[in-house]
């Protein structure tokens, strides 16, 4: 979602002081510390891998194989060919009373290590047919026989009752492009924006790049590829993410709301009660693995390495790279409210607090008639100032501080129970949203702890939502999380009819504990600076929401087209009219097919999308002309997101190239050129990933609005969307006031009209009324 803002910006990081003596490292030893990285991950991940290592077999079969050998040999026969015997021969003689007990011993080594051939053998096999993407190019509705086959495969080799992490050592790494591929895609992505002469230009740069430099970078690329578990996602979080010396606020953070039309309960300490149990409950289950690894088709694993990091993490400022903390456990929150700190234990005698006990000490903080201490209401403003700035305070606050700061850091998350309502409300539906989006993406630049992995904001009239630190992991992640968080307090734990929290409370529990903070003078100063430039970002931020219900998923599907590129090349549309121009488009995908793969871009603005829009600015062409070319455009969405999902997109693989550059010294003007660009037009889908914890049909206002994120120009727009049900879809625009190109508003009735007149192309869509064939244009 940010990550567009911070795929722009990561470049300065690479060219400054700092940076270019860590870079000046030789690239033989950055690789060699990439694959050292992935193996402490592994072995910190010991005892879930062993659990899981053996995975689809179970130790239940080791057992069950031993026992099978013993019987074997008890019948006198020798399913080893004489291994065993020479087995036993090795053993040291404990005497002949022994010698049935080195007969034991003999069997159970011989059973373990073919039970660890076999389950080796079961995860190159699985680890083979993983590797298989040929069901990504199947039509709409229909499979071939090798597809067919490759299932059925991958059925019996998958095992049953897979825990989250259960597939992880069978997953494929992610492959390296060849650069031809790469370039010859590149240039096929920017035709539509450039000129002929700019064009020619470009093409020329990367014609002298695959003849002079793209073989030596590709090779380390290839090096990298065999020895660490993914060739750039530990250079994509370092660099583009650790690296940004940035506000968090706004460029690497997105948000997450609540249910669009209800809120199930007006009792603000009640709301967070659940909440954070259910929170709490999810991290429960992600400690035990009982959270179902996602799976594509029923069938193909996705990564669940990013799941490790959801709880008990913060992002630490440091001069010139951050790096990301996180904790095995921790047992309390951070909760902010009028300016003042707490931490709020969440267990009690190493049981989790029930909701009617969290929403005790929660109402507890509110009652608290305390005001907050000098500079202590507006300390977090600092966690949205640059980040070497903050580094700096940091240090000293560290030491004036610790106790305070470390129950911040340290905390499962933060909660930030606001003073002010927030939602969807009747006498003015649109600005209510576009608060809503605003107070969660940047609040008031003061009441969020921005480097906290998620904070959980609660308003006062129950109103909830999610602000979401970006390096750690990216949507798909933290919205898994959201889903099974809001289906879980609403639908399983409920509210009594008073609106609180079902139970009792617990009379003998602590009061929440205040946090002191004794701030030094020389940090005052601080904090008012941040203050001022963290207000000053926020009220540049222009957010607009709207849920679209004139059609939604069902109305797409009766067309037989994908949701997501239906809804891409509209926004190409919407975008022209709003512009008169085309432009650069990010929209992220996910590579989690692959061993810790993140994220790709789809570049969506295809030569086939602008033949398409200037068709439909065409009056000349007709509707049947124009829906073929949307077919085309819609086709061509299609086979890129399916590339980019299969490790074979652009732009990771020209970043990758692009550090290894970097840290050859080696001037690549071509390289220079890809990570110049600015991205106009940032747009993201967030997928409902749980549909079966809610009820879409009979409470369709029961589904998260989604969620967005900041632009990733100055004057360029964030878009995101989602299919609310089958009948909404909701987007999230963002923009700059401070541009005079841009207008959130003015693009949102664009996207509107431009969906409504791709719908009218269809038979299926005819009832709808046109923008372009209305009283606007009779005249």
Known sequence: MAEAHQAVGFRPSLTSDAGEVELGAPVLQEIYLSGLRSWKRHLSRFWNDFLTGVFPASPLSWLF?????????FLQLDPSLGLMEKIKESLPDWGGQHHRLRGVLAAALFASCLWGALIFTLHVALRLLLSYHG?????????????????????????RHPMLFSYQRSLPRQPVPSVQDTVRKYLESVRPVLSDEDF???????????????SLLQWYLQLKSWWASNYVSDWWEEFVYLRSRNSLMVNSNYYMMDFLYVTPTPVQAARAGNAVHALLLYRHRLDRQEILPTLLMGMRPLCSAQYEKIFNT???????????????????????????????????????????????????????PSPACPHEEHLAALTAAPRDTWAQVRRSLKTQAQGALEAVEGAAFFV?????????????PAASLDAYAHALLAGRGHDRWFDKSFSLIVFSNGKLGLSVEHSWADCPISGHMWEF??????????????????GHPDPSLPQPQRLHWDLPDKIHLSISLALRAAKTLSGNIDCHVFPFSHFGKSFIKRCHLSSDSFIQTALQLAHFRDRGQFCLTYESTMT??????????????????????????????????CLALFRLAVDKHQALLKAAMSGQGVDRHLFALYIVSQFLHLQSPFLDQVHSEQWQLATSQIPVQQIHLFDVHNYPDYVSSGGGFGPADDHGYGVSYMFMGDDVITFHISSKKSSTRTDSHRLGQRI?????????????????????LGEEDSG
């Not at 069901?135 to 998958?158: C, D, N, Q, Y």
């Not at 930030?416 to 003015?428: I, K, N, Q, V, W």
């Not at 509107?752 to 372009?772: I, N």
Request: aromatic content about 8%.
């Open 135 to 159: 069901w990504l190019l199947e039509p709409h509705g229909g499979m071939s026989s090798p597809t067919k086959t490759w299932l059925a495969l991958v059925r019996i080799f998958s095992g």
């Open 592 to 625: 989690r097919l692959f061993l810790e793969g993140r994220t790709e871009t789809v570049r969506s603005c295809t030569r086939e999308a602008c033949n398409f829009v200037r068709a439909m600015e065409d009056k000349e062409k007709t509707d049947a002309q």
């Open 200 to 214: 020619d230009w470009t093409a020329g740069l990367a014609q002298e790049f695959v003849k002079l430099q793209a």
């Open 752 to 772: 509107q009209d431009a969906l409504l007149d791709v719908a009218t192309l269809f038979p299926e869509g005819q009832h709808l009324k046109r923008r372009g």
């Open 485 to 502: 968080t809001l289906a879980t307090e609403c639908f399983q734990l409920g509210y009594s009819a008073d609106g609180h929290c079902k």
């Open 65 to 73: 194989l031993f026992s099978a050998i013993q019987l074997a040999c």
């Open 314 to 368: 913060t992002r630490i400022p440091g001069v010139h790279r951050d790096h990301i903390r996180h904790l095995r456990d921790s047992r309390h929150v951070a909760v902010f409210h009028r300016g003042r700190f707490f931490r709020v234990g969440t267990h009690s005698q190493n049981r989790l607090l029930s909701p009617r006990a969290l929403e005790q000490q929660f109402q507890r903080i509110l009652d608290d």
């Open 416 to 428: 930030s129970l606001d003073s002010e309502p927030a939602g969807l409300t009747r006498e003015d």
